[in-house]
């Protein structure tokens, strides 16, 4: 991958479920097996197995986008259309956003983020939440970059993740 890449984005299908599930378990794997007690086996089998991505894939209030370089899956976009989080009525919930450590750092992140935000305008959504997790501050101070502010917080209940990473802060942007 070259820093003058040229990303190729497009909307993924109900076909494209076990490209989708290799590239989650890859990405997730870079960043998030340390959260676990067991290295999040349980989580990306739940989360990331095929039928499950199918469910995803074919309901109609997500909206999923896949980047590549060339022909390599290297990120991915999972964007909830019509969602609510105490006090956001009209807005929509960017729910992933992951795209793999090699291809990080050069702009696919903000291009993912573009796209979501004209996908939320175009649905006329009054604004766009996301939630992190509390120590992801490199994605916090990228979100916040893009004009997210914190304004709520959460404490996940899974109990195979360590307790010091349970905490999570919901970011909002108004459109």
């Not at 076990?18 to 089998?45: F, N, R």
């Not at 060339?70 to 807005?91: A, D």
């Not at 939630?131 to 994605?139: G, L, V």
């Amino acid at each position: 991958m070259s820093e003058n890449e040229e990303w190729v984005i497009r909307p993924l299908t109900v076909d494209d479920a076990e490209i989708l599930s290799a590239l989650s378990i890859s990405i997730y794997k870079q960043y998030y097996t340390h959260l676990w007690h067991d290295g999040g086996v349980w989580y990306m089998e739940y989360a990331y197995n095929t039928a499950q991505l199918r469910k995803e894939l074919s309901d109609p209030d997500n909206c999923h986008y896949l980047a590549c370089s060339g022909q390599l899956p290297v990120g991915y976009s999972k964007m909830r259309l019509h969602e609510k989080w105490r006090g956001l009525e009209n807005c929509s919930e960017l729910e992933r956003i992951y795209i793999l450590r090699e291809a990080a750092g050069r702009g696919l992140g903000k291009k993912l983020m573009v796209i979501a935000f004209d996908v939320a305008r175009l649905h006329r959504k009054e604004g766009l939440f996301l939630k992190a997790m509390d120590s992801s501050t490199d994605a916090i101070a990228f979100y916040k970059k893009l004009g997210f502010e914190i304004f709520d917080t959460l404490t996940l209940s899974f109990e195979q993740m360590k307790i010091e990473y349970r905490g999570m802060v919901v970011l909002k942007k108004l459109l």
